[in-house]
């Protein structure tokens, strides 16, 4: 009896860590897309990621740089005030998209330009998305305390 005790344990641990792995691989599988890591354009601009690789990009958007191509298509710049990375983007803006605001964009950097696939703007007149609040600030640059990061 005392043996099948011990039997009956082992089998359960070894099958919660096959569960446990299991879902681990699963989330690992799924995580390429869902996982998404923020960066300045300065960090761009010094260490360039892959092109295969998703990530976000923010900063504010570049006094003069917005251009409206044919159809839905946008080039405008991102910049921390330190440096600045074209950005391409096809698709309907956010209404409270322009130049000298904040912006946060996704997408993949291609042969030096990033190619957005989705753009998030201010909500209202004090937005600043958080990462782009914590980049301006770790470069020395005054953000306005009133304005309100973003929650998630």
Do not use: C, W
């Not at 998209?97 to 996704?106: C, N, P, W």
């Amino acid at each position: 009896m005392k043996g099948l005790k011990k039997t009956r344990r082992i089998q359960i641990i070894v099958l919660a860590a096959v569960a446990m792995a299991a879902s681990f691989a699963a989330f690992y599988y799924a995580a390429p897309d869902a996982l998404q890591y923020f960066r300045s354009p300065t960090e761009v601009a010094e260490k360039a990621p892959g092109p295969a690789e998703t990530f976000r990009i923010g900063g504010l958007v570049e006094e003069g740089s917005l251009v409206r191509g044919q159809g839905a298509a946008i080039t405008f710049s991102v910049t921390d005030t330190n440096k600045s990375i074209p950005v391409r983007y096809e698709g309907v803006l956010p209404d409270l998209f322009g130049e000298g605001e904040g912006v946060v964009a996704t997408g993949k950097l291609i042969d030096g330009t990033f190619v957005a696939s989705e753009i998030l703007a201010k909500h209202d007149e004090t937005y600043m998305p958080k990462e782009v609040i914590d980049s301006l600030k770790a470069q020395g640059i005054y953000v306005d305390p009133n304005a309100a990061p973003a929650t998630n």
